[in-house]
């Protein structure tokens, strides 16, 4: 299997001067699935900050796609991301855009799709993960697990190679859960070489979802 992502020596601290990764080594595989555990404050939103080349450490290196990323020009980076989708924890949604211009977005951006196809491809992916409201809704009032189903199909708009959901299930029930899990585990056995990796703050938030992996943050490092 290739290596899609890959940290080596990480050394990062917060402008405050807080020491969040000392030495921190990670690698993580075309095709498989990969859970990262640690409680608040251990660094998951950081790690997360660094993998994406959003933030930079003082110290190592952090290689996407097999390309390391402090050698690579702006453009070269945010094309690169194109290949990545994520779920944040908060659903991250544009607030002034409707449900379905939500999802169009990443279409607009980085694809020479007409509207029409644009608004089909996002319409159909709003169905395949559930959503039966009203496509042109501000997304502002609904509930945590439709602003989720919403979220999880702007990330699948582009057919990422790899898939990070960021504390999926937080503030869901156990029938929500199950149901976005169902839809997430689908699309990852959509892609033979699509890498998943699901944040979280403990591992009884993962037993349902059967990663191949679990590494842990402790002590700085990811075990």
Do not use: C
């Not at 453009?75 to 169009?104: H, P, W």
């Amino acid at each position: 299997m290739s290596k899609l992502i890959e940290a080596r020596g990480l050394y990062y601290q917060t402008d405050s001067g807080a020491l969040v990764f000392e030495g921190l080594d990670a690698e993580f595989y075309a095709g498989e699935k990969a859970a990262i555990i640690g409680p608040l404050g251990s660094g998951k939103a950081a790690l997360l900050r660094l993998l994406m080349g959003l933030d930079r450490p003082q110290k190592g290196r952090v290689y996407l796609f097999g390309k390391e990323i402090d050698a690579l020009k702006r453009f070269e980076l945010d094309t690169l991301r194109q290949g990545i989708g994520i779920v944040f924890e908060n659903a991250s949604l544009i607030s002034n855009l409707k449900v379905v211009e939500n999802v169009m977005l990443p279409l607009q951006y980085h694809t020479d799709l007409t509207l029409d196809a644009v608004m089909e491809r996002a319409v159909s992916l709003l169905e395949s993960v559930g959503y039966r409201g009203d496509v042109w809704a501000l997304p502002g009032p609904l509930p945590s697990y439709t602003k989720k189903t919403i979220a999880l199909a702007r990330a699948m708009v582009l057919d990422p190679a790899i898939m990070i959901y960021d504390r999926l299930m937080e503030g869901l029930d156990m029938h929500q859960s199950l149901q976005l899990l169902k839809f997430a585990d689908a699309f990852h056995k959509a892609k033979k070489d699509r890498l998943s990796i699901i944040i979280a703050n403990d591992e009884g938030d993962i037993k349902d979802t059967m990663p191949d992996r679990i590494l842990h943050i402790e002590n700085r490092r990811l075990f």
